[in-house]
């Protein structure tokens, strides 16, 4: 099997409904998400990335309209925003839209995200063997996931579907 590209790319419209203000990319960040009224945090990932909001992977995720805190970092550079639940999905995840912003805020969001975004030169990826690729097995269970959630989102399969297969033992 070909190695899978590093290239980053905008989603495309075919794979949302458009609940969504702008573009999102198919970047991997750390995540910390608060619910505010109820002090809830817990640790997760993004799995795709905007402007105006996230989706954050967590199998118990807070209800829609919810109002959470969420700060991203990566590469020991991170930003912090307030945001609302828009969709709530257990077992795959939710989505977070940001909040109304400073411009400065904003500014800095779109500088960061500009940064993630850019092109890394070839010699990139050998100059930092330090971090270890993902196994093959790994990739699968990513691909699996993110087609689990596709299914999902157009309405193939359940949500309980969904759950039972995510948390059902691989053999």
């Known amino acids: 099997m070909a190695?899978?590209?590093?290239?980053?790319?905008?989603?495309s419209a075919t794979d949302t409904v458009d609940?969504?203000?702008?573009i999102r990319y198919q970047i991997t960040v750390s995540a910390e998400v608060i619910e505010l009224i109820s002090g809830t945090c817990f640790s997760t990932r993004t799995t795709d990335l905007g402007?105006?909001?996230?989706?954050?992977?967590?199998?118990?995720p807070l209800p829609v309209d919810s109002t959470v805190r969420v700060r991203l970092h990566k590469d020991r550079v991170g930003i912090e925003m307030l945001?609302?639940?828009?969709?709530?999905?257990?077992?795959?995840?939710?989505?977070v839209a940001f909040d109304e912003m400073s411009p400065q805020k904003q500014r800095e969001l779109d500088a960061w995200l500009a940064e993630l975004t850019r092109p890394k030169p070839p010699a990139f990826e050998s100059q930092h063997t330090s971090q270890r690729a993902p196994t093959y097995s790994e990739t699968r269970a990513n691909m699996a996931h993110r087609?689990?959630?596709?299914?999902?989102?157009?309405?193939v399969i359940s949500d309980a579907d969904a759950a039972a297969i995510l948390n059902e033992p691989v053999l």
């Open 51 to 60: 402007p105006g909001g996230c989706f954050v992977d967590t199998l118990m």
């Open 147 to 155: 087609l689990i959630r596709l299914l999902v989102k157009r309405g």
């Open 19 to 22: 609940r969504r203000d702008g």
């Open 83 to 95: 945001g609302t639940v828009t969709y709530s999905q257990t077992g795959l995840g939710m989505g």
């Open 3 to 11: 190695p899978l590209s590093k290239t980053i790319l905008p989603l």
